[in-house]
């Protein structure tokens, strides 16, 4: 049996430092990792040790609870890379993989509901962690996370690739010395029904799944205005509701099934996912159904969603900053709208992904991703005229952000990140326990207090402040 070596003696990180984990292993010429969870997303970060990085980083191991998953990853690592061969574990034989390959670090892109399980169990068998937004799903997972870490010394970073986008991180420079100290933030995130749908026919559609999307996808949101306004959140007010998709509601059933789309003159249903539709579909989905029985092509008007698609929420932070925030999750086209006001004006950022959603002549949804993405600055000092600034995109995944998050964990660069954009456990605390104090709040009807839900975050201000 492998001896492990916790250590913990190079204690805690410059967490801003542009470079890998300060518990990596002197003096080794390949860092080690095993993903957990190899479904859609485990695709950018195999890519990445397999490719662009390898010559540093060694891609281990893969482990998921469904084999036909973990198949997908590996014949593609093998089309490209005949000579590379991951190995993979079951779910069950995690503490195996550990024990077999010594990782230096695991990767965790489960469902959110397994991060917890698989970032405490990675600690305690002294490997640091990556782990996909949201770090967890609820307030106790997050509190055990926090003393998890504490007790192993070691480091947990949580891949928030939107502050990585250009017209964010554009918006964190012109901050800092623009429009004053901030009082006052407003952000409405609009999903439209292709991408907002696709919650609604997967597990996200289940609370104990996902959190629900004030954890699951408003943590990428909430993380960006704690970051923005350099604040740690206290005060959470929430209402929320399922109005468009489910069972239960009015005239959006029209669209759920053909014979009634076909009456109102709708020949197709550009809500239905075909599975068939793509290799990927259906080598990680359809093909992956037989083993355990996971459907991710449900009815979004079906029954058993216990999530809202419609949702406001009032954060008071420690530093005196106002929060107004909505999502909604069936509206006619993607993207965002985040205003700041302070002492001297007003700076509103407007982030499209897709002015519409678009289907083809039978009806299907089109992937459209990034197609139509524009983002515009506007400053406006009081008294003054108001100035606009475009933002050209760059290339790759969300805007460009998803390759500058993977250089920042898997590159070589060594300088402080000005921008601040490398989250540890604490930032990603602060992110997912607005959502989980909403949760709390919409349940009972009252104001919830992160202090209270997660003292282990202590009494910080500043975001900074944390890790
Ligand atoms: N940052 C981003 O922009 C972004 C984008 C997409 C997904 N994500 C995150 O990535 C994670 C995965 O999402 P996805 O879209 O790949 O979902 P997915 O459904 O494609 O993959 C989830 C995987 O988890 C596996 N799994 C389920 N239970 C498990 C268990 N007990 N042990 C091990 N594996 C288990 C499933 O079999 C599946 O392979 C989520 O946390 C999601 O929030 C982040």
């Not at 590379?84 to 695991?106: A, C, H, T, Y």
């Not at 075909?274 to 979004?300: I, N, P, T, W």
Request: glycine fraction near 8%.
């Amino acid at each position: 049996m492998t001896i492990y070596t916790i250590l913990v003696e190079s204690k805690k990180s410059d967490n801003n430092c542009l470079a890998a984990f300060a518990h990596y292993p002197q003096g080794r010429s390949l860092v080690k990792y095993a993903i957990v969870g190899t479904g859609s997303r485990a695709e950018l970060f195999v890519s990445a040790l397999v490719n662009k990085y390898r010559s540093d980083h060694e891609l281990v191991a893969l482990c998921d609870s469904n084999p036909q998953r973990i198949k997908y990853h590996q014949e593609r690592i093998r089309s490209q890379f005949p000579d590379v061969e991951v190995q993979g574990f079951n779910s069950e034989d995690f503490d195996l993989m550990i024990r077999s390959k010594s990782p230096e670090v695991v990767i965790v892109t489960t469902v959110d509901a397994q991060h917890h399980k698989y970032i405490i169990r990675a600690l305690q068998m002294g490997c640091n962690v990556i782990t996909e937004k949201p770090m967890t799903t609820s307030d106790q997972n997050c509190r055990d996370i926090l003393r998890a870490v504490d007790l192993s010394g070691l480091e947990v970073r949580v891949a928030f690739n939107y502050r990585w986008g250009v017209g964010v991180s554009r918006v964190k420079e012109i901050l800092q010395d623009s429009i004053g100290p901030i009082h006052h933030v407003s952000l409405q995130y609009l999903l439209d029904t292709d991408h907002g749908a696709d919650y609604f026919r997967r597990w996200h559609r289940n609370r104990e799944m996902s959190g629900g999307l004030l954890v699951h996808k408003a943590t990428h949101h909430f993380d960006l205005v704690n970051w923005w306004t350099n604040s740690v959140p206290e005060t959470v007010f929430g209402i929320g509701k399922l109005a468009f998709y489910g069972d239960g509601n009015g005239p959006a059933r029209v669209y759920s099934n053909r014979s009634e789309c076909s009456r109102d003159g709708i020949q197709h249903n550009p809500f239905q996912l075909d599975l068939s539709s793509s290799e990927k579909f259906r080598g990680l989905y359809k093909e992956a159904q037989k083993f355990d029985g996971y459907r991710r092509d449900m009815d979004v008007f079906g029954s058993g969603i216990d999530i809202e698609d419609t949702m406001s929420v009032i954060v008071g932070y420690r530093t005196g900053i106002q929060l107004s925030y909505s999502l909604v999750a069936y509206s006619s086209m993607e993207g965002f709208v985040v205003t700041f006001h302070g002492d001297r004006g007003r700076l509103q950022y407007e982030e499209i992904h897709r002015p519409r959603t678009r289907i083809d002549e039978v009806g299907r949804n089109i992937d459209t991703d990034e197609d139509g993405w524009s983002s515009t600055i506007t400053v406006q000092n009081l008294f003054r005229e108001a100035r606009h600034e475009k933002v050209e995109i760059a290339e790759g995944g969300h805007g460009g952000a998803d390759p500058l998050m993977l250089r920042s964990l898997f590159g070589k660069e060594t300088r402080k990140d000005p921008l601040q954009r490398i989250a540890g456990h604490q930032q990603g605390a602060a992110s997912i326990m607005i959502g989980a104090a909403a949760n709390r709040s919409i349940c009972e009807g009252t104001p919830a207090n992160i202090s209270e839900l997660c003292p282990e975050l202590g009494s910080a201000s500043r975001l900074s402040e944390l890790i």
